[in-house]
Protein backbone atom coordinates (compact mmCIF):
# COMPACT_ATOMS: atom_id res chain seq x y z
CA UNK A 1 0.00 0.00 0.00
CA UNK A 2 1.21 3.22 -0.57
CA UNK A 3 1.07 5.71 2.82
CA UNK A 4 1.17 9.57 2.54
CA UNK A 5 2.44 11.48 5.73
CA UNK A 6 0.48 13.87 7.69
CA UNK A 7 2.59 15.91 9.75
CA UNK A 8 2.36 19.07 12.02
CA UNK A 9 5.42 20.99 13.55
CA UNK A 10 5.53 22.61 16.93
CA UNK A 11 8.57 25.36 16.78
CA UNK A 12 9.85 27.09 20.25
CA UNK A 13 11.72 29.95 19.95
CA UNK A 14 13.35 31.91 22.20
CA UNK A 15 12.81 35.40 21.83
CA UNK A 16 16.01 37.63 21.88
CA UNK A 17 15.01 39.65 25.30
CA UNK A 18 17.80 41.73 27.97
CA UNK A 19 15.32 40.32 30.67
CA UNK A 20 13.28 37.15 31.85
CA UNK A 21 9.37 37.54 30.88
CA UNK A 22 7.81 38.36 34.30
CA UNK A 23 11.26 39.95 36.11
CA UNK A 24 14.14 41.96 35.80
CA UNK A 25 16.95 39.18 35.70
CA UNK A 26 18.77 39.09 33.05
CA UNK A 27 17.80 36.86 30.01
CA UNK A 28 21.34 35.31 29.72
CA UNK A 29 21.34 31.34 30.36
CA UNK A 30 24.95 30.78 29.78
CA UNK A 31 26.41 32.73 32.64
CA UNK A 32 27.24 30.97 36.00
CA UNK A 33 24.51 28.98 37.03
CA UNK A 34 21.57 30.82 39.10
CA UNK A 35 23.44 33.94 39.12
CA UNK A 36 20.50 35.27 37.20
CA UNK A 37 17.75 34.54 39.96
CA UNK A 38 15.19 36.20 41.84
CA UNK A 39 12.10 34.90 43.88
CA UNK A 40 10.03 35.27 41.02
CA UNK A 41 12.04 33.49 38.48
CA UNK A 42 12.99 30.78 41.34
CA UNK A 43 9.16 30.37 41.70
CA UNK A 44 8.93 30.97 45.41
CA UNK A 45 4.95 31.31 46.54
CA UNK A 46 3.61 34.55 46.83
CA UNK A 47 5.86 36.13 44.44
CA UNK A 48 3.99 38.39 41.44
CA UNK A 49 4.81 37.53 37.75
CA UNK A 50 4.70 40.91 35.81
CA UNK A 51 4.33 40.34 31.77
CA UNK A 52 7.63 42.39 30.25
CA UNK A 53 6.64 45.30 27.68
CA UNK A 54 9.79 44.19 25.64
CA UNK A 55 8.48 40.42 25.53
CA UNK A 56 4.90 41.45 24.77
CA UNK A 57 6.10 44.03 21.46
CA UNK A 58 9.17 41.22 20.61
CA UNK A 59 6.45 37.94 20.63
CA UNK A 60 4.17 40.57 18.60
CA UNK A 61 6.56 41.70 15.62
CA UNK A 62 7.41 37.98 15.41
CA UNK A 63 3.59 36.77 14.92
CA UNK A 64 3.28 39.71 12.26
CA UNK A 65 6.50 38.71 10.35
CA UNK A 66 4.57 35.11 10.05
CA UNK A 67 1.25 36.92 8.43
CA UNK A 68 -0.59 36.28 11.66
CA UNK A 69 -3.63 37.90 13.49
CA UNK A 70 -2.62 39.56 16.87
CA UNK A 71 -5.78 38.25 18.46
CA UNK A 72 -7.53 41.89 20.42
CA UNK A 73 -7.55 39.34 23.86
CA UNK A 74 -5.36 36.58 25.26
CA UNK A 75 -4.11 35.23 28.26
CA UNK A 76 -1.94 33.44 30.29
CA UNK A 77 -2.95 29.80 31.56
CA UNK A 78 -1.02 27.46 33.92
CA UNK A 79 0.35 23.96 32.11
CA UNK A 80 0.39 21.75 35.07
CA UNK A 81 3.06 19.33 35.58
CA UNK A 82 5.06 18.03 38.10
CA UNK A 83 9.36 17.87 37.64
CA UNK A 84 12.42 18.85 39.07
CA UNK A 85 13.33 21.29 36.33
CA UNK A 86 9.73 22.92 36.99
CA UNK A 87 9.34 23.00 41.37
CA UNK A 88 6.01 24.89 41.38
CA UNK A 89 4.11 22.73 39.32
CA UNK A 90 3.08 24.56 36.48
CA UNK A 91 4.31 26.38 33.27
CA UNK A 92 2.80 30.01 32.57
CA UNK A 93 1.72 29.15 28.69
CA UNK A 94 -1.22 30.30 26.57
CA UNK A 95 -3.55 27.07 26.42
CA UNK A 96 -6.71 28.89 25.55
CA UNK A 97 -6.43 32.28 24.80
CA UNK A 98 -3.33 32.61 22.45
CA UNK A 99 -1.19 35.83 21.34
CA UNK A 100 -2.10 34.71 17.27
CA UNK A 101 -4.16 33.15 15.34
CA UNK A 102 -3.22 31.99 11.53
CA UNK A 103 -0.36 32.99 9.26
CA UNK A 104 1.13 31.08 6.96
CA UNK A 105 4.37 30.48 5.42
CA UNK A 106 5.12 30.19 1.29
CA UNK A 107 7.33 27.28 0.34
CA UNK A 108 8.83 26.33 -3.27
CA UNK A 109 8.18 22.11 -2.77
CA UNK A 110 9.63 19.18 -4.82
CA UNK A 111 8.27 19.70 -7.80
CA UNK A 112 8.92 23.74 -8.08
CA UNK A 113 5.40 24.01 -6.84
CA UNK A 114 4.15 26.87 -4.24
CA UNK A 115 3.00 25.14 -1.71
CA UNK A 116 0.97 27.14 1.62
CA UNK A 117 1.91 25.62 4.95
CA UNK A 118 -0.43 27.69 7.12
CA UNK A 119 -0.13 28.21 11.07
CA UNK A 120 -2.64 27.30 13.26
CA UNK A 121 -1.71 29.58 16.41
CA UNK A 122 1.19 31.16 18.68
CA UNK A 123 1.17 31.47 21.71
CA UNK A 124 3.62 33.12 24.81
CA UNK A 125 5.64 30.53 27.05
CA UNK A 126 8.07 30.21 29.60
CA UNK A 127 10.79 28.17 29.77
CA UNK A 128 11.82 25.87 32.38
CA UNK A 129 14.72 25.48 34.76
CA UNK A 130 17.61 23.23 32.95
CA UNK A 131 18.41 19.85 34.93
CA UNK A 132 22.56 19.35 34.33
CA UNK A 133 23.31 15.95 35.59
CA UNK A 134 26.64 15.11 37.15
CA UNK A 135 29.31 12.46 38.74
CA UNK A 136 30.31 13.72 42.60
CA UNK A 137 32.85 10.86 43.02
CA UNK A 138 30.61 7.69 42.20
CA UNK A 139 27.40 9.24 43.29
CA UNK A 140 25.21 10.70 40.24
CA UNK A 141 23.86 14.24 40.71
CA UNK A 142 21.53 16.11 39.28
CA UNK A 143 21.79 20.03 39.91
CA UNK A 144 19.03 22.93 38.47
CA UNK A 145 20.13 25.79 37.05
CA UNK A 146 17.31 28.35 37.08
CA UNK A 147 19.15 30.57 34.77
CA UNK A 148 16.61 29.36 32.13
CA UNK A 149 13.70 29.58 34.39
CA UNK A 150 11.17 32.46 32.83
CA UNK A 151 13.42 32.88 29.53
CA UNK A 152 10.74 34.52 27.14
CA UNK A 153 9.36 32.16 24.54
CA UNK A 154 7.04 31.22 22.13
CA UNK A 155 5.63 28.55 20.40
CA UNK A 156 4.09 28.04 16.97
CA UNK A 157 2.12 25.34 15.95
CA UNK A 158 1.45 24.97 12.54
CA UNK A 159 -1.66 22.96 10.94
CA UNK A 160 -0.64 19.41 9.62
CA UNK A 161 -0.64 20.49 6.50
CA UNK A 162 3.39 19.11 5.45
CA UNK A 163 2.63 15.77 3.69
CA UNK A 164 6.90 15.36 3.41
CA UNK A 165 10.57 15.91 5.30
CA UNK A 166 11.21 18.48 2.29
CA UNK A 167 8.08 20.43 3.51
CA UNK A 168 9.03 20.43 6.84
CA UNK A 169 12.51 21.52 6.13
CA UNK A 170 11.94 24.46 3.80
CA UNK A 171 9.07 25.50 6.40
CA UNK A 172 11.69 26.04 8.78
CA UNK A 173 14.42 27.93 7.04
CA UNK A 174 11.88 30.19 5.81
CA UNK A 175 10.76 30.66 9.57
CA UNK A 176 13.91 31.38 10.59
CA UNK A 177 14.77 34.33 7.91
CA UNK A 178 11.29 35.44 8.33
CA UNK A 179 11.74 35.65 11.90
CA UNK A 180 15.10 37.23 12.09
CA UNK A 181 13.78 39.99 10.12
CA UNK A 182 11.35 40.88 12.27
CA UNK A 183 14.48 41.25 15.08
CA UNK A 184 12.79 39.17 17.49
CA UNK A 185 14.91 35.77 17.81
CA UNK A 186 18.44 34.50 16.90
CA UNK A 187 16.39 31.83 15.81
CA UNK A 188 19.85 29.61 16.08
CA UNK A 189 19.19 25.68 16.04
CA UNK A 190 22.70 25.12 16.52
CA UNK A 191 22.43 27.22 19.86
CA UNK A 192 19.15 26.41 20.67
CA UNK A 193 17.23 29.08 20.47
CA UNK A 194 14.89 27.54 18.09
CA UNK A 195 13.64 23.91 18.90
CA UNK A 196 11.23 21.93 17.29
CA UNK A 197 8.71 18.63 17.36
CA UNK A 198 7.09 17.09 14.90
CA UNK A 199 4.13 15.38 14.92
CA UNK A 200 3.59 12.67 12.30
CA UNK A 201 0.86 9.99 11.03
CA UNK A 202 0.39 7.88 8.05
CA UNK A 203 -2.37 7.21 6.02
CA UNK A 204 -3.38 5.38 3.08
CA UNK A 205 -2.53 7.68 0.07
CA UNK A 206 -5.08 9.88 -1.44
CA UNK A 207 -7.49 9.29 1.62
CA UNK A 208 -8.21 11.98 4.20
CA UNK A 209 -8.75 10.36 7.55
CA UNK A 210 -6.58 11.73 10.72
CA UNK A 211 -4.42 8.43 12.10
CA UNK A 212 -2.84 8.10 15.39
CA UNK A 213 0.03 10.46 15.50
CA UNK A 214 3.80 10.25 16.75
CA UNK A 215 5.09 13.25 18.34
CA UNK A 216 8.98 13.16 17.69
CA UNK A 217 10.66 16.35 20.20
CA UNK A 218 13.35 18.61 21.19
CA UNK A 219 15.26 18.24 17.54
CA UNK A 220 17.91 20.77 17.30
CA UNK A 221 19.01 21.27 13.39
CA UNK A 222 17.32 21.37 10.12
CA UNK A 223 18.29 18.11 9.05
CA UNK A 224 17.73 16.07 11.96
CA UNK A 225 14.33 17.32 11.21
CA UNK A 226 14.00 16.26 7.19
CA UNK A 227 15.68 12.44 8.81
CA UNK A 228 13.64 12.60 11.61
CA UNK A 229 10.62 12.71 9.45
CA UNK A 230 11.58 10.44 6.74
CA UNK A 231 12.60 7.29 9.81
CA UNK A 232 9.24 7.80 11.03
CA UNK A 233 7.68 7.63 7.95
CA UNK A 234 9.02 4.33 6.73
CA UNK A 235 8.36 3.07 10.57
CA UNK A 236 4.87 3.65 11.23
CA UNK A 237 4.78 1.94 7.40
CA UNK A 238 6.52 -0.93 8.03
CA UNK A 239 4.30 -1.20 11.29
CA UNK A 240 1.23 -0.77 9.77
CA UNK A 241 2.27 -3.31 6.68
CA UNK A 242 2.87 -6.15 9.52
CA UNK A 243 -0.53 -5.64 11.03
CA UNK A 244 0.13 -3.31 13.86
CA UNK A 245 -1.42 0.06 15.30
CA UNK A 246 0.25 2.99 15.83
CA UNK A 247 0.20 4.17 19.11
CA UNK A 248 0.30 7.38 20.42
CA UNK A 249 3.39 8.84 21.81
CA UNK A 250 6.31 10.30 22.11
CA UNK A 251 9.96 9.76 20.90
CA UNK A 252 13.04 10.93 20.22
CA UNK A 253 15.69 11.72 17.18
CA UNK A 254 19.27 9.74 18.27
CA UNK A 255 21.56 11.91 15.22
CA UNK A 256 24.26 9.00 15.68
CA UNK A 257 22.05 5.83 15.07
CA UNK A 258 19.76 7.92 12.58
CA UNK A 259 16.79 6.26 14.52
CA UNK A 260 13.53 7.61 16.68
CA UNK A 261 13.52 5.99 19.79
CA UNK A 262 10.58 6.21 22.35
CA UNK A 263 10.70 8.20 25.43
CA UNK A 264 9.32 8.01 28.60
CA UNK A 265 6.39 10.59 28.79
CA UNK A 266 6.01 13.04 31.53
CA UNK A 267 2.76 13.39 33.05
CA UNK A 268 0.48 16.00 31.54
CA UNK A 269 -2.08 17.89 33.73
CA UNK A 270 -4.91 20.21 32.97
CA UNK A 271 -4.27 23.85 31.74
CA UNK A 272 -6.11 25.86 33.75
CA UNK A 273 -6.52 29.98 33.67
CA UNK A 274 -3.56 31.97 35.77
CA UNK A 275 -5.12 34.07 38.06
CA UNK A 276 -1.75 36.20 38.50
CA UNK A 277 -1.14 37.72 35.14
CA UNK A 278 -3.64 40.62 34.06
CA UNK A 279 -5.16 39.85 29.89
CA UNK A 280 -3.69 40.86 27.37
CA UNK A 281 -5.68 43.52 25.64
CA UNK A 282 -4.07 44.80 22.31
CA UNK A 283 -5.62 47.95 20.77
CA UNK A 284 -6.31 47.96 16.82
CA UNK A 285 -3.72 51.03 17.30
CA UNK A 286 -1.31 49.41 19.37
CA UNK A 287 -0.99 46.55 16.53
CA UNK A 288 -0.68 49.05 13.93
CA UNK A 289 1.94 50.60 15.78
CA UNK A 290 4.00 47.33 16.41
CA UNK A 291 2.92 46.50 12.22
CA UNK A 292 4.90 49.85 11.31
CA UNK A 293 7.55 48.92 12.80
CA UNK A 294 8.54 45.81 10.96
CA UNK A 295 11.48 46.04 8.51
CA UNK A 296 11.30 45.33 5.33
CA UNK A 297 10.06 41.83 4.51
CA UNK A 298 13.09 38.93 3.14
CA UNK A 299 11.13 39.22 -0.54
CA UNK A 300 10.82 42.66 -0.09
CA UNK A 301 14.67 43.54 0.17
CA UNK A 302 15.74 40.95 -2.54
CA UNK A 303 13.40 42.84 -4.86
CA UNK A 304 14.88 46.56 -3.91
CA UNK A 305 18.63 44.89 -3.67
CA UNK A 306 18.08 43.92 -7.53
CA UNK A 307 16.94 47.24 -8.73
CA UNK A 308 18.78 49.64 -6.39
CA UNK A 309 22.46 47.31 -7.10
CA UNK A 310 22.35 45.17 -10.35
CA UNK A 311 22.24 42.14 -8.53
CA UNK A 312 21.00 39.00 -10.17
CA UNK A 313 18.02 37.84 -7.92
CA UNK A 314 20.16 34.93 -6.77
CA UNK A 315 22.98 37.35 -5.64
CA UNK A 316 19.79 39.38 -3.81
CA UNK A 317 18.01 36.91 -2.27
CA UNK A 318 21.36 35.09 -0.71
CA UNK A 319 22.26 38.99 0.81
CA UNK A 320 19.09 39.27 2.11
CA UNK A 321 18.43 35.65 4.42
CA UNK A 322 20.32 37.27 6.75
CA UNK A 323 18.95 40.83 7.84
CA UNK A 324 22.25 41.68 9.42
CA UNK A 325 24.30 40.72 6.22
CA UNK A 326 22.16 42.79 3.72
CA UNK A 327 22.46 45.84 6.42
CA UNK A 328 25.94 45.26 6.47
CA UNK A 329 26.10 44.70 2.27
CA UNK A 330 24.61 48.45 2.09
CA UNK A 331 26.85 49.89 4.60
CA UNK A 332 29.86 48.91 2.48
CA UNK A 333 28.17 50.00 -0.64
CA UNK A 334 27.51 53.30 1.12
CA UNK A 335 30.94 53.72 2.34
CA UNK A 336 31.99 53.88 -1.97
CA UNK A 337 32.32 50.09 -2.09
CA UNK A 338 31.16 49.02 -5.80
CA UNK A 339 28.26 46.72 -5.15
CA UNK A 340 30.02 43.56 -6.98
CA UNK A 341 33.07 44.08 -4.90
CA UNK A 342 30.96 44.22 -1.97
CA UNK A 343 28.83 41.51 -2.84
CA UNK A 344 31.91 39.08 -3.88
CA UNK A 345 33.39 40.06 -0.35
CA UNK A 346 30.48 38.89 2.00
CA UNK A 347 29.22 36.15 0.42
CA UNK A 348 32.95 34.41 -0.22
CA UNK A 349 34.87 36.00 2.00
CA UNK A 350 33.27 37.25 5.49
CA UNK A 351 30.02 35.22 5.97
CA UNK A 352 32.39 32.09 5.52
CA UNK A 353 34.88 34.10 8.09
CA UNK A 354 32.01 34.83 10.92
CA UNK A 355 31.00 31.69 10.66
CA UNK A 356 33.98 29.92 11.75
CA UNK A 357 34.25 32.17 14.58
CA UNK A 358 30.59 31.88 15.01
CA UNK A 359 30.20 35.86 15.28
CA UNK A 360 27.16 37.90 13.66
CA UNK A 361 27.83 40.50 10.75
CA UNK A 362 26.32 43.45 13.19
CA UNK A 363 28.65 42.93 15.85
CA UNK A 364 32.17 41.15 14.17
CA UNK A 365 35.43 43.80 15.18
CA UNK A 366 35.23 43.35 11.25
CA UNK A 367 33.00 46.39 11.09
CA UNK A 368 31.76 47.80 7.56
CA UNK A 369 33.63 50.94 7.73
CA UNK A 370 36.86 48.39 8.52
CA UNK A 371 36.25 46.35 5.61
CA UNK A 372 35.35 49.36 3.06
CA UNK A 373 39.19 50.81 4.13
CA UNK A 374 40.55 47.33 2.98
CA UNK A 375 38.56 47.16 0.07
CA UNK A 376 39.48 50.69 -0.86
CA UNK A 377 43.58 49.55 -0.66
CA UNK A 378 42.36 46.75 -2.94
CA UNK A 379 41.04 48.77 -5.31
CA UNK A 380 43.51 51.44 -5.58
CA UNK A 381 45.97 48.22 -6.12
CA UNK A 382 48.07 49.14 -2.73
CA UNK A 383 47.96 45.16 -1.96
CA UNK A 384 46.97 42.29 -3.78
CA UNK A 385 43.45 39.81 -3.76
CA UNK A 386 45.76 37.51 -1.45
CA UNK A 387 46.87 39.84 0.90
CA UNK A 388 43.53 41.52 1.15
CA UNK A 389 42.24 38.36 2.43
CA UNK A 390 45.53 37.39 4.87
CA UNK A 391 45.06 41.21 6.36
CA UNK A 392 40.88 40.40 6.79
CA UNK A 393 42.08 37.76 9.08
CA UNK A 394 44.24 39.59 11.35
CA UNK A 395 41.44 42.26 11.41
CA UNK A 396 39.07 39.89 13.36
CA UNK A 397 42.23 40.11 16.35
CA UNK A 398 42.80 43.45 16.18
CA UNK A 399 41.75 46.88 16.28
CA UNK A 400 44.16 48.28 14.13
CA UNK A 401 43.04 49.84 10.67
CA UNK A 402 43.49 47.74 7.82
CA UNK A 403 46.27 50.10 6.44
CA UNK A 404 48.24 49.54 9.88
CA UNK A 405 47.92 45.82 9.49
CA UNK A 406 49.15 46.20 5.87
CA UNK A 407 51.93 48.35 7.05
CA UNK A 408 52.52 45.97 10.04
CA UNK A 409 53.16 42.70 8.05
CA UNK A 410 54.49 44.18 5.09
CA UNK A 411 51.62 43.37 3.05
CA UNK A 412 52.24 46.16 0.44
CA UNK A 413 51.76 45.38 -3.00
CA UNK A 414 55.12 46.03 -5.15
CA UNK A 415 54.43 47.76 -8.82
CA UNK A 416 58.00 49.73 -9.13
CA UNK A 417 58.91 48.18 -12.49
CA UNK A 418 62.26 48.23 -11.94
CA UNK A 419 62.69 45.59 -8.69
CA UNK A 420 60.07 43.45 -10.25
CA UNK A 421 62.18 43.76 -13.73
CA UNK A 422 64.79 41.07 -11.91
CA UNK A 423 62.18 38.92 -10.63
CA UNK A 424 61.00 38.58 -14.18
CA UNK A 425 64.28 37.87 -15.57
CA UNK A 426 64.95 35.29 -13.48
CA UNK A 427 61.80 33.58 -14.36
CA UNK A 428 62.74 33.79 -17.61
CA UNK A 429 66.36 32.35 -17.68
CA UNK A 430 64.83 29.46 -14.86
CA UNK A 431 61.35 28.61 -16.64
CA UNK A 432 63.08 27.50 -20.14
CA UNK A 433 60.35 24.93 -21.10
CA UNK A 434 57.57 27.25 -20.43
CA UNK A 435 59.14 30.34 -22.05
CA UNK A 436 59.30 28.13 -25.49
CA UNK A 437 55.83 27.23 -24.66
CA UNK A 438 54.36 30.63 -24.77
CA UNK A 439 56.33 31.71 -28.03
CA UNK A 440 54.91 29.18 -29.91
CA UNK A 441 51.47 29.97 -29.16
CA UNK A 442 50.07 28.85 -26.16
CA UNK A 443 49.26 31.81 -24.02
CA UNK A 444 47.86 30.21 -20.79
CA UNK A 445 51.33 29.78 -20.05
CA UNK A 446 51.64 33.31 -18.98
CA UNK A 447 49.64 32.75 -15.86
CA UNK A 448 52.11 29.94 -14.88
CA UNK A 449 54.86 32.55 -15.50
CA UNK A 450 53.34 35.75 -13.45
CA UNK A 451 52.42 32.83 -10.90
CA UNK A 452 56.04 32.00 -10.31
CA UNK A 453 57.16 35.83 -10.52
CA UNK A 454 54.34 36.53 -7.95
CA UNK A 455 55.41 33.98 -5.41
CA UNK A 456 59.52 34.99 -6.07
CA UNK A 457 58.56 38.39 -4.81
CA UNK A 458 56.67 36.68 -1.21
CA UNK A 459 53.13 37.51 -2.69
CA UNK A 460 53.75 41.17 -2.75
CA UNK A 461 54.37 41.99 -6.73
CA UNK A 462 51.28 43.26 -8.58
CA UNK A 463 50.45 40.82 -11.09
CA UNK A 464 49.33 43.59 -13.46
CA UNK A 465 52.72 44.97 -13.43
CA UNK A 466 54.41 41.61 -13.87
CA UNK A 467 51.70 40.74 -17.21
CA UNK A 468 53.13 43.86 -18.79
CA UNK A 469 56.94 43.18 -18.10
CA UNK A 470 56.69 39.61 -18.94
CA UNK A 471 54.64 39.88 -22.21
CA UNK A 472 57.00 42.99 -23.42
CA UNK A 473 60.09 40.31 -22.85
CA UNK A 474 58.77 37.54 -24.62
CA UNK A 475 58.13 39.40 -27.76
CA UNK A 476 54.09 40.64 -27.60
CA UNK A 477 51.26 38.20 -27.21
CA UNK A 478 51.25 34.99 -28.33
ZN1 LIG B 1 14.00 36.71 38.14
Redesign the pocket.
Known amino acids: MEFEAVIGLEIHVELKCVA?M????PNRPGDEPNA???????WFPGATPRLSQDVLEKASLLCLALGAELQPKSAFDQKVYYYPDLPKGFQLSQAHLPLSRGGSIDITDENNEIKRLRIHHIHMEEDVAKLVHEMEGRQPISLVDFNR??APLVEIVTEPDFRTPYHAMEFLKALRTQVRYSGSSECSMENGTMRVDANISIRPKGTTQMNTKVEVKNMNSVRHVGDAIAYEISRQGAAVEMGEAVVLHTRLWDPDKKVTLPMRAKFEGPCIPDPTVPVIELSPAWIETMRSRLPETPAVRTGRLVKKYGLSNEEAALLSTDPEVAVYFETLTAEGVTPRVAMNWLITQLVPALKDRRQEAGSSPVTPTRLAALLKMLAKEEINANAAREVLSYMFDSVDSPEAIVAAHGFQQVSDSASIESLVDKVISDQPAAVADFRSGQGKVLGFLIGQVVQASGGKANPKVIRELLTRKLGGKP
Open positions: KFCDCNTCPTCLAG
